[in-house]
């Protein structure tokens, strides 16, 4: 089973624009912060938002606040996220998007238990794949 969300990536102000995009919409909000994650950054970082989740009525919008010292572009910094169940297909569909494109970050294991890869593909646009293991 397949499922796409757009994934925002955002200059330190997940938090306040996903809590406006809640009011807005409504929903279940959830957030974790790089210090909860246990992810390396410097003290100033650790309670910007890793990941979080607005939930509502068949919409699903997935953000964070990107790493220190990367710069936004406006326009490029909206991701579609695949949610898969079957690793077999997450790797053809990660291969055939990757075709003609650059693989960000190749699939791999991650700490929260799912395997997941990033990649620009040749008509760039950013793609995030995510299946879990267990």
Not at 32 to 48: L, M
Not at 65 to 71: E, K, L, V
Not at 116 to 129: P, Y
């Amino acid at each position: 089973m397949k499922h796409l969300n757009p994934y925002l990536a955002l200059p330190g102000t997940c938090e306040a624009a996903m809590k406006f995009y809640q009011e807005c919409l409504g929903g279940e909000l959830t957030m974790q912060t790089f210090a909860q994650s246990g992810q390396e950054v410097p003290d100033d970082y650790k309670d910007k938002i890793m990941h979080s989740e607005l939930k509502v009525e068949g919409i699903q919008i997935m953000a964070s606040d990107t790493m220190p010292n990367h710069t936004i572009i406006p326009g490029d910094n909206i991701t579609l996220s695949i949610q898969l169940t079957d690793l077999q297909e997450e790797e053809t569909i990660f291969n055939k998007l990757a075709a003609g494109g650059k693989v960000t970050m190749p699939l791999q294991d991650t700490f929260w238990g799912a395997r997941f890869g990033m990649l620009i593909d040749q008509f760039g646009i950013n793609w995030m794949l995510n299946c879990p293991t267990q």
